[in-house]
Antibody
Framework: EVQVVESGGGLVQPGGSLRLSCAAS????????MHWVRQAPGKGLEYVST????????YYANSVKGRFAISRDNSKNTLYLQMGSLRAEDMAVYYCARDSRYCSGNTCYGGYGMDVWGQGTTVTVSS | AIQMTQSPSSLSASVGDRVTITCRASQDIRNDLGWYQQKPGKAPKLLIYAASSLQSGAPSRFSGSGSGTDFTLTISSLQPEDFATYYC?????????FGQGTKVEIK
């Protein structure tokens, strides 16, 4: 079964740090870009970050740039999000999602989008 | 960043109704737009990619159209399981951006 499972959420004080993980299974992890998306309580979806298949290229939402770092370990089929200088507005459910396109070498196939999502992990920022 | 504006923010409809949700981009995004469905407490689900392509497994009553700045998601005959919140997402350039969502409720 193709799936991604997030972990690492929890309670952290303002200004603190936290690392989220996303374990992938059922597909060749190294052939897919990966994303993080978050959703604050009662709010809509917010794009957070993207990492390319080999980890060389990363993108961030303006709201997290300079504070969050996305990374991946293809040998462990795991995606990470290192979060620092956390603020109350970072409190959310964080979802890991697979990019829809299959990439082999410099060629990618299929349409854009996020086609496999995890169940989310909750980050609470509070003193 | 590209701004995505969805309308309406919510709507009430009955089973069997035809429902249309629109999404407008702040600049030309070609057809680089997807539609997602989210039910309470659940992860989002991809319905439409590239503005009009139906994702594998998504019901055929869902369709998408548009290009450039104006896009539409249509549900041809609303079913009980379609009551949810729908989001558009531009994947034209980074940072990708979501619309604010449209909640489809039972009339």
């Amino acid at each position: 079964e193709v799936q991604v499972v997030e972990s690492g959420g929890g309670l952290v004080q303002p200004g603190g740090s936290l690392r989220l993980s996303c374990a992938a299974s059922g597909f060749t992890f190294s052939h897919y870009a990966m994303h993080w998306v978050r959703q604050a309580p009662g709010k809509g979806l917010e794009y957070v970050s993207t990492i390319s298949t080999n980890g060389d290229t990363t993108y961030y939402a303006n709201s997290v740039k300079g504070r969050f770092a996305i990374s991946r370990d293809n040998s462990k089929n795991t995606l990470y999000l290192q979060m620092g200088s956390l603020r109350a507005e970072d409190m959310a459910v964080y979802y890991c999602a697979r990019d829809s396109r299959y990439c082999s070498g410099n060629t990618c196939y299929g349409g854009y989008g996020m086609d496999v999502w995890g169940q989310g992990t909750t980050v609470t920022v509070s003193s | 960043a590209i701004q995505m504006t969805q309308s309406p923010s919510s709507l009430s409809a009955s089973v069997g109704d035809r429902v249309t949700i629109t999404c407008r981009a702040s600049q030309d995004i070609r057809n680089d737009l997807g539609w997602y469905q989210q039910k309470p407490g659940k992860a989002p689900k991809l319905l439409i990619y590239a503005a009009s392509s139906l994702q594998s497994g998504a019901p055929s009553r869902f369709s998408g159209s548009g290009s450039g700045t104006d896009f539409t998601l249509t549900i041809s005959s609303l079913q009980p399981e379609d009551f949810a919140t729908y989001y558009c997402l531009q994947d034209y350039n980074y940072p990708w951006t979501f619309g604010q969502g449209t909640k489809v409720e039972i009339k």
